[in-house]
């Protein structure tokens, strides 16, 4: 089975712009999450989508926003970027289904994002 | 909210050496997820516990999660260069809130 993946590996944008990440589960997954990875803060929860549905959200503004498509895969978007959003954004994807008991979370490689 | 305390923050160690790395959590567990990081890399999966005094053993690590589900242990037997990375502990504290909190982080450096 492939794995989770995530596009595009790396990205530079300016202050003020918006960026589109992407990420695909693994197949038959139907759970995916995203996290936002900084040295100072560690890796902190953004969203995480069931069957397009959003069920949380982390305590981000509301620049950072997310979506699910009926394939399961799922992009993450943030508007207006500040110099502080450089970052690693990690995509996970689980089979857990409809409650809340968690199976393994799969993550991939990451998109890193430099805003300049 | 719920949050993760890992100790130690990072961790030298000679090859060959065994090591523990210890994640301490401020509410009771509902599950506990091993990962290991590779610098600027996704993580990779390692193991879950879910049950009190539950124990996992995969090749040369072992994690242990306490009977009272607030505390797990990480231990790596006769460590590697391979094993070197960043271990990260991240726990579901229940709800119905679906998502993961991580804690910081334990950089090991394995010396050959």
């Known amino acids: 089975k492939a794995g989770v993946t995530q596009t595009p590996r790396y990205l530079i944008k300016t202050r003020g712009q918006q960026v589109t990440l992407s990420c695909s589960p693994i197949?038959?997954?139907?759970?995916v999450s995203w996290y936002q990875q900084t040295p100072g803060q560690g890796l902190q929860f953004l969203f995480e989508y069931f069957s397009e549905t959003q069920r949380n959200k982390g305590n981000f503004p509301g620049r950072f926003s997310g979506r699910q498509f009926s394939n399961s895969r799922s992009e993450m978007n943030v508007s207006t970027l500040e110099l502080g959003d450089s970052a690693l954004y990690l995509c996970?994807?689980?089979?857990?289904?409809?409650?809340?008991?968690?199976?393994?979370?799969?993550f991939g490689p990451g998109t890193r994002l430099t805003v300049l | 909210s719920q949050e993760l305390e890992q100790s130690p923050q990072s961790l030298i160690v000679q090859e060959g050496k065994n090591l523990t790395i210890n994640c301490t959590s401020s509410?009771?567990?509902?599950?506990l997820y091993w990962y290991k990081q590779k610098y600027g890399e996704g993580l990779i999966f390692l193991m879950m516990?879910?049950?009190?005094?539950e124990e996992k053993s995969h090749e040369k690590i072992t994690a242990k999660l306490d009977e009272k589900k607030q505390q797990s242990s990480l231990h790596i037997t006769a460590s590697q260069p391979s094993h070197a990375g960043i271990y990260l502990c991240g726990a579901d504290s229940g709800g119905s809130n679906y998502k993961l909190t991580f804690g910081k982080g334990t950089l090991l450096t394995v010396n050959p």
């Open positions: 509410k009771t567990l509902y599950g």
């Open positions: 516990l879910q049950k009190g005094g």
């Open positions: 197949s038959g997954h139907r759970s």
């Open positions: 996970a994807s689980s089979s857990t289904s409809g409650t809340r008991i968690y199976n393994e979370q799969f």
